[in-house]
């Protein structure tokens, strides 16, 4: 069983930058597929960032070339570099895992990942 503990959530001004982390522990081999989700309130579960293990990436158009995704597999931590950050970025943000299931592109919805964390929260103010 996979478990998933983000951290670095804050609230910032439009503009800033944050980095938030997720530790996860409970398995043996790295989480194939690892990624970030965000939800605003009143909206669906979006997708942001996505990292296979062999390090290829998937961005949300709206956060390409702001947001930088890694991975430290000998740390077993998920980052999320987020830089000029705006209001329409606040959320709050899950980590995501999936072990077992593979999959033709990188997966990017909400029901392709069996592993969450409890979420941070980020708040972006004008």
């Known amino acids: 069983q996979v478990q998933l503990v983000e951290s670095g959530g804050a609230s910032v001004q439009a503009g800033g930058s944050l980095r938030l982390s997720c530790v996860a522990s409970g398995y043996t081999y790295s989480p194939y597929y690892m990624g970030w989700f965000r939800q605003a309130p009143g909206k669906e579960r979006e997708g942001v960032a996505f990292?296979?293990?062999?390090?290829?990436?998937r961005y949300v158009d709206s956060v390409k070339g702001r947001f930088t995704i890694s991975r430290d597999n000998a740390k077993r931590t998920l980052y999320l570099q987020m830089n000029s950050l705006k209001p329409e970025d606040a959320a709050m943000y899950y980590c995501a895992a999936e072990v077992r299931r593979r999959y033709a592109d990188i997966p990017w919805a909400w029901f392709q990942y069996s592993y969450w964390g409890q979420g941070t929260q980020v708040t972006v103010s004008s």
């Open positions: 990292i296979v293990s062999d390090g290829s990436t």
